[in-house]
């Protein structure tokens, strides 16, 4: 009796043990958002899971030793395919684009199957995924409960803000604070020198190597659907292809449809990615500010009052990137059909490669 009574206390506590890490894991301070080791389960888990269709390559290091994950979808996969590039989690608090970058997996997973017309899609093209390219600020804004730490709530591990680290279009001055500068305490910080860290430099390389045709950048919080030019008001010679891209984009917004905006008009930038893939590449590259400020403060930021869940959506996590992913498919979809999957012509503004 005694020894039964040691094993049922015994097996008792396993599962309070259990069931409380379990609760605790379910009640961390940023849930519903993954940790980054959840996330990476995630993306190995579309490779593992859906060979047929899905391959997981290394782009390369972080900062501090993490891999930087690239996802391949698309059937018979080859070099010479036409490519679109989806990137999220540049900034390290924004997590909402990183949330909609991985339910685009999950879609285009599903509709493989079910979609005649994105089996097709598939089948013509591939579609590239980086679900995350700070993948040490992630992890710090995330290990903070959303605080930051020493870094703050944008960079990566030395500082720098990733979205400020691409070469700068010759000549293109900016005193707006936002725009980007060269002081290391500045949240805008670009950094020692262009591409100087490891993730910008992976995806540059990535970009100029492959055989792209779109690039869609995802971030947070306005609601916006942005296009080059960044670092001057003048529209872009190709503003109407750009605009159509993103009416395809809101064509397939399920609830909340963002504007269509220049991103200068918006505010200027430099050692922007858009302007560098459009300027230097002649790919058409796209800045989406994943869910508002307006909605994110009703949903959950006027109770906390911090930053983490003014940039990002608590409860209405599935509305946002439910509302979102269809249209990245569409957006894809139509930028194909008007650049016929190939860069357009680089621009002889860019001297500098």
Same mark, same amino acid.
């Given at each position: 009796?005694?020894?039964?009574?040691?094993?049922?206390?015994?097996?008792?506590?396993?599962?309070?043990?259990?069931?409380?890490?379990?609760?605790?894991?379910?009640?961390?301070?940023?849930?519903?958002?993954?940790?980054?080791?959840?996330?990476?389960?995630?993306?190995?888990?579309?490779?593992?899971?859906?060979?047929?269709?899905?391959?997981?390559?290394?782009?390369?290091?972080?900062?501090?030793?993490?891999?930087?994950?690239?996802?391949?979808?698309?059937?018979?996969?080859?070099?010479?395919?036409?490519?679109?590039?989806?990137?999220?989690?540049?900034?390290?608090?924004?997590?909402?684009?990183?949330?909609?970058?991985?339910?685009?997996?999950?879609?285009?997973?599903? @509709? #493989?199957?079910?979609?005649?017309? =994105?089996?097709? +899609?598939?089948?013509?093209?591939?579609?590239? &995924?980086? !679900?995350?390219?700070?993948?040490?600020?992630?992890?710090?804004?995330?290990?903070?409960?959303?605080?930051?730490?020493?870094?703050?709530?944008?960079?990566?591990?030395?500082?720098?803000?990733?979205?400020?680290?691409?070469?700068?279009?010759?000549?293109?001055?900016?005193?707006?604070?936002?725009?980007?500068?060269?002081?290391?305490?500045?949240?805008?910080?670009?950094?020692?020198?262009?591409?100087?860290?490891?993730?910008?430099?992976?995806?540059?390389?990535?970009? @100029? #190597?492959?055989?792209?045709?779109? =690039?869609?950048? +995802?971030?947070?919080?306005?609601?916006?659907? &942005?296009? !080059?030019?960044?670092?001057?008001?003048?529209?872009?010679?190709?503003?109407?292809?750009?605009?159509?891209?993103?009416?395809?984009?809101?064509?397939?917004?399920?609830?909340?449809?963002?504007?269509?905006?220049?991103?200068?008009?918006?505010?200027?930038?430099?050692?922007?990615?858009?302007?560098?893939?459009?300027?230097?590449?002649?790919?058409?590259?796209?800045?989406?500010?994943?869910?508002?400020?307006?909605?994110?403060?009703?949903?959950?930021?006027?109770?906390?009052?911090?930053?983490?869940?003014?940039?990002?959506?608590?409860?209405?996590?599935?509305?946002?990137?439910?509302?979102?992913?269809?249209?990245?498919?569409?957006?894809?979809?139509?930028?194909?059909?008007?650049?016929?999957?190939?860069?357009?012509?680089?621009?002889?503004?860019?001297?500098?490669?």
């Amino acid at each position: 009796m005694k020894r039964r009574k040691f094993l049922i206390a015994v097996c008792l506590s396993i599962f309070i043990f259990v069931s409380g890490q379990a609760l605790a894991e379910k009640d961390h301070p940023l849930s519903p958002y993954p940790s980054l080791e959840e996330l990476y389960e995630e993306v190995n888990s579309f490779a593992k899971n859906h060979p047929e269709l899905v391959s997981l390559e290394e782009l390369g290091k972080s900062v501090e030793g993490r891999p930087i994950y690239l996802l391949r979808f698309g059937f018979a996969k080859s070099p010479s395919k036409p490519k679109a590039l989806i990137a999220g989690g540049i900034h390290a608090e924004e997590f909402i684009g990183v949330a909609v970058g991985m339910e685009t997996a999950r879609e285009l997973i599903q @509709k #493989s199957e079910t979609a005649p017309a =994105v089996k097709e +899609l598939l089948t013509q093209i591939e579609i590239d &995924l980086i !679900p995350v390219q700070n993948p040490d600020g992630y992890n710090r804004v995330y290990e903070t409960n959303g605080k930051g730490g020493e870094k703050g709530m944008r960079k990566n591990a030395n500082g720098v803000d990733l979205n400020r680290n691409f070469p700068v279009v010759p000549g293109a001055k900016s005193l707006h604070p936002l725009a980007g500068n060269r002081r290391p305490r500045s949240n805008y910080y670009m950094g020692p020198s262009e591409l100087s860290e490891p993730e910008s430099s992976a995806m540059a390389e990535l970009v @100029k #190597s492959g055989n792209y045709f779109v =690039v869609f950048n +995802l971030h947070s919080v306005a609601g916006k659907f &942005l296009y !080059p030019y960044t670092h001057t008001k003048t529209p872009a010679p190709d503003q109407e292809l750009f605009i159509e891209i993103g009416k395809a984009f809101q064509a397939g917004q399920q609830s909340y449809k963002y504007k269509i905006q220049q991103s200068y008009s918006w505010y200027p930038t430099l050692g922007d990615p858009d302007d560098y893939n459009y300027l230097a590449l002649g790919i058409p590259s796209f800045t989406i500010e994943v869910s508002t400020v307006g909605s994110n403060l009703a949903d959950k930021g006027f109770r906390t009052f911090k930053e983490f869940w003014i940039a990002n959506p608590g409860e209405k996590y599935d509305y946002w990137i439910k509302n979102d992913a269809p249209g990245l498919i569409l957006a894809i979809d139509k930028a194909y059909q008007l650049t016929g999957g190939k860069p357009l012509e680089k621009k002889a503004k860019w001297e500098k490669q």
